[in-house]
T-cell receptor, first 116, second 114 residues
């Protein structure tokens, strides 16, 4: 069973702190990794993706990938109340056949609350 | 100027009824999907179509039948609705380039079966 695991939370952090969200995956053949943000009642929105070991930074967001440990994380610096949302980790598994069969497998999401 | 649009946004219906959800994307993508998100926020793929052909068909009751008249449209028809079908259904399309698959979601259809 190919799985993506996340701590469901809720994770509460004070405004201005660093929020750390974690994700592990079971398929060693996974190729790329995504973080989606989903506000309550809204659709998921892509905020970061990473496919090489190491860190990738975009503004206040840093994605970290360790393929040996099958671990990907998202750090949010200077957390704001507007960052309060559910964060979904997604993994691009190896396709069964052909480019059209690529799919993303999602974790169950971590709910983040940033307390003013 | 919505990229992936789905209708209706809300759908309230009785058990046993048949209903449809429509989806259209204007991004020029070849691949479209239906995802189901349950009350615990678990987002699970149901179907994937590539250029009107069914590519992925996860373990979904055959009461659910997707239809893709062209690569810009993917509709979902559900027969004999059950209480357990209540969820938010998201349509999505994808762009695949350089080994990276990016999903773009519609705004979702909240289905409530009474």
């Amino acid at each position: 069973q190919k799985e993506v695991e996340q701590n469901s939370g809720p994770l509460s952090v004070p405004e201005g702190a660093i929020a750390s969200l974690n994700c592990t995956y079971s398929d060693r053949g996974s190729q790329s990794f995504f973080w989606y943000r989903q506000y309550s009642g809204k659709s998921p929105e892509l905020i970061m993706f990473i496919y090489s070991n190491g860190d990738k930074e975009d503004g206040r967001f840093t994605a970290q990938l360790n393929k040996a440990s099958q671990y990907v994380s998202l750090l949010i610096r200077d957390s704001q109340p507007s960052d309060s949302a559910t964060y979904l980790c997604a993994v691009n598994l190896r396709p069964l056949s052909g480019a059209g069969s690529y799919q993303l497998t999602f974790g169950k999401g971590t709910k983040l609350s940033v307390i003013p | 100027d919505t990229a992936v649009s789905q209708t209706p946004k809300y759908l309230v219906t009785q058990m046993g009824n048949d209903k449809s959800i429509k989806c259209e994307q204007n991004l020029g993508h070849d691949t479209m999907y239906w995802y189901k998100q349950d009350s615990k926020k678990f987002l699970k793929i149901m179907f994937s179509y590539n250029n009107k052909e069914l590519i992925i068909n996860e373990t979904v009751p055959n009461r659910f039948s997707p239809k893709s008249p062209d690569k810009a449209h993917l509709n979902l028809h559900i027969n004999s609705l059950e209480l357990g079908d209540s969820a938010v259904y998201f349509c999505a399309s994808s762009h695949f380039k350089g080994g990276i698959l990016k999903l773009f979601f519609g705004s979702g259809t909240q289905l409530s079966v009474l």
